[in-house]
Structure formats: structure tokens, C-alpha cells
Nanobody
Framework: QVQLVESGGGLVQAGGSLRLSCAAS????????MGWFRQAPGKERDLVAV????????YYADSVKGRFTISRDNAKNTVDLQMNSLKPEDTAVYYC????????????????WGQGTQVTVSS
């Protein structure tokens, strides 16, 4: 079983930046795709970014493309999400997730979830 712990959330003004980190323990996630979802109040949990097991490919939701960057360090078992040019609509709880697959991540492929970290962007 993999345990995922997120950190780095907080309150930031529009246009600012935050960096979220996710540390995995228990089992290595180096062979699995990893990613970030977010869930705003009253809304569904949406996929934000994905990185394949080697870090060779990434995917971003259209709403964050060009502003967010996902990266991973398999030696440290960590995945980061750099968020720039933040907007009030980015406000949500952000969840780190590990996939059952090496190249894909979507809701029905999630093997493990983090506890979530709140990101609030003020206008």
C-alpha cells in the first residue's frame, strides 16, 4: 500500500505562485504514473496534471495548460506541481494520486490518494 502526503498549499493572491509536493511512502511509485486532481466545493474531482512513470510525458487540463508544471523525482519518490499565474478559479483542494498504470491516470485508475491540500487564490 502506498501512502501519499501532500504539502505546499495555502493562500495566495491572483497572479501568484505555489508549489505543491507529494511524498510517497510504503511502496515505490517509480513505475506508476502520478498526478494531481482538484475539487472545488460542490464540484466534481477533476484531473489537473499527469506525469508518466519515467517523467517522459505529461498531460495538463486545458484550464491549467501553460501555467502549471508537473515533475517527479523517482529517486526521492516525490511528485511536484508548480502553479504559476494563479487565478481565483484555481481555488480547490488538491489531491495527489498514484495510478495503477505506468502511462495513464484517470479517476478509475487511481490506486492511492493523498489527504488533500487546500489552495485558495484571492482576487
Amino acid at each position: 500500500q502506498v501512502q501519499l502526503v501532500e504539502s505546499g498549499g495555502g493562500l495566495v493572491q491572483a497572479g501568484g505562485s505555489l508549489r505543491l509536493s507529494c511524498a510517497a511512502s510504503g511502496r515505490t511509485v517509480s513505475s506508476k504514473a502520478m498526478g494531481w486532481f482538484r475539487q472545488a466545493p460542490g464540484k466534481e474531482r477533476d484531473l489537473v496534471a499527469v506525469i508518466t512513470w519515467s517523467g517522459g510525458s505529461t498531460y495538463y487540463a486545458d484550464s491549467v495548460k501553460g501555467r502549471f508544471t508537473i515533475s517527479r523525482d523517482n529517486a526521492k519518490n516525490t511528485v511536484d506541481l508548480q502553479m504559476n499565474s494563479l487565478k481565483p478559479e484555481d481555488t480547490a483542494v488538491y489531491y495527489c494520486a498514484a495510478s495503477t498504470a505506468s502511462y495513464r491516470l484517470q479517476l478509475d485508475l487511481v490506486a492511492s490518494w493523498g489527504q488533500g491540500t487546500q489552495v485558495t487564490v484571492s482576487s
